[in-house]
């Protein structure tokens, strides 16, 4: 199959062209390069420099490729500053969506897979969140993310458009070979801050809270290594050739990891310490996050393989020692 990667020089994006050049198919990439990096793809794939919210170059890319299907990665992703920058959030990840859908109907292209999030679901109301669990985002960046799924829903009765949303919790790792990871500016995310931490790049790692109610007093949430994000979006994509309509699916690793348990691995990966203070909680934070992956793993075919705390660490900590990642 042909595929258009939206965002394919992202972290997740990067990964799953990777992915799919490994299986043998062909992939063009296009992405505006904001936050993506044009090294994370390689020379031998096809790249186009381009904003999704751009409809005469879309229009122009759509025909010159026939393509099979899109994946859709391209979206601001910072909950804060989707707080004090709603109108960049809904402009980027609503409206601009909006004119690739259009793009898209243009060129008879039906099938998609849109990068969705946790983040759709607000305050967790259950231990292992699942699809049914109800959607009240508490944040802009949630907001715009569920308005896409609903967008998606319609566009699935009006025009047929055939669609997954895949709800990551939190994306985690690297390619094993270590070529390509995880580097974001700023970066945000636990792991990758734990390893910045080891490496004594920036100031010591802050714990927010060490009072919830979980087995150690911090907070515990679900990591899900990235290369098996990448395996869920191409058989999402296999799904759609005999489903019709618009799907969610929820993707984590199924058990929960707490901020402690992440710097003990860490410690025991790099065989160092990790440089850390306790700080106040953050606000919104839950206790606990974690995904129940029951239906991806039944209607999909879906299997995590790399599930194990200290290798998915291993994996990124490769990574941060290249030189110049």
């Not at 060490?210 to 949430?221: F, L, M, P």
């Not at 129940?292 to 039944?298: D, N, P, Q, V």
Request: glycine letters at 8%.
């Amino acid at each position: 199959m042909k595929f258009l990667i939206c965002g394919g020089a992202g972290y997740v994006g990067s990964h799953m062209v990777r992915y799919l050049d490994s299986k043998q198919h062909e992939v063009v990439v296009y992405d505006d390069l904001s936050t993506g990096h044009r090294e994370a793809v390689s020379p031998d794939v096809a790249f186009v420099q381009g904003d999704i919210g751009d409809a005469a170059a879309l229009s122009r890319l759509f025909a010159a490729h026939r393509f099979d299907a899109v994946i859709h990665f391209c979206a601001r992703s910072l909950v804060g500053e989707s707080v004090v920058k709603p109108y960049l959030y809904y402009g980027n990840n609503v409206a601009n969506t909006l004119v690739l859908l259009a793009a898209m109907r243009d060129a008879g292209v039906d099938r998609l897979v849109f990068s969705s999030t946790a983040a759709v679901f607000g305050h967790p109301q259950a231990d292992a969140i699942d699809e049914t669990h109800p959607t009240e985002p508490i944040n802009p960046y949630g907001q715009s993310k569920l308005m896409v799924e609903r967008i998606l829903a319609d566009a699935a009765r009006a025009y047929g458009l055939r669609s997954v949303a895949l709800r990551y919790f939190n994306a985690a790792g690297a390619d094993p070979s270590g070529s390509i990871g995880e580097g974001h500016d700023p970066e945000t995310h636990l792991i990758p801050n734990v390893l910045k931490a080891v490496l004594g790049q920036g100031a010591a790692l802050k714990v927010f809270g060490a009072d919830y109610d979980t087995r150690d007093g911090t907070c515990v949430r679900d990591y899900i290594h990235v290369n098996d994000l990448a395996s869920a979006h191409l058989l999402a994509i296999e799904y759609l050739a005999d489903h019709a309509g618009a799907f969610t699916f929820n993707l984590g690793n199924g058990e929960g990891f707490s901020v402690r348990e992440v710097i003990a691995a860490a410690e025991r990966v790099t065989g160092r310490p990790v440089p850390h203070e306790l700080a106040p909680r953050r606000a919104g934070d839950p206790a606990t996050l974690v995904a129940s992956s029951l239906k991806a793993r039944e209607r999909l075919g879906w299997q995590p393989r790399i599930t194990q705390l200290d290798e998915i660490l291993a994996s990124a900590w490769r990574w941060h020692l290249q030189p110049g990642y």
